[in-house]
Nanobody, 122 residues
Framework: VQLVESGGGLVQAGGSLRLSCAASGRTLNDLNMGWFRQAPGKEREFVAAISWSGGRILTGDSVKGRFTISKDNRKNTVYLQMNSLKSEDTAVYSC????????????????WGQGTQVTVSS
């Protein structure tokens, strides 16, 4: 499974961005997908996850009400819509995939993208 993120960039506080994660090598119907982020000097943090069926969604406490995960099986792509961005959202955002579990723990995911930088200016 290969994962490629896109959509990162520089945005002002209060603004929005939509990240994309394109998967290849396996269909999203077989994969649970997650978004994680890591800021400099900090541990990797869970952001959101969506089950292979789309029927279950998990969202991290720090982004609830602001970030939304979704997917388009036809495009084999997962999205992270980020609204009301704050300076503390600045991080490298990575998507991850696993065929077995839907989890908030990074070590449960077998496949990872290279990450995309999101910088929020205050």
């Amino acid at each position: 499974v290969q994962l490629v993120e896109s959509g990162g960039g520089l945005v002002q506080a209060g603004g929005s961005l939509r990240l994309s994660c394109a998967a290849s090598g396996r269909t999203l119907n077989d994969l649970n997908m997650g978004w994680f982020r890591q800021a400099p000097g900090k541990e990797r943090e869970f952001v959101a996850a969506i089950s292979w069926s789309g029927g279950r969604i998990l969202t991290g406490d720090s982004v609830k009400g602001r970030f939304t995960i979704s997917k388009d099986n036809r495009k084999n792509t997962v999205y992270l819509q980020m609204n009301s961005l704050k300076s503390e959202d600045t991080a490298v955002y990575s998507c991850a995939a696993d065929p077995r579990v839907l989890s908030t723990k990074s070590y449960d995911y077998d496949y990872w993208g290279q990450g995309t930088q999101v910088t929020v200016s205050s």
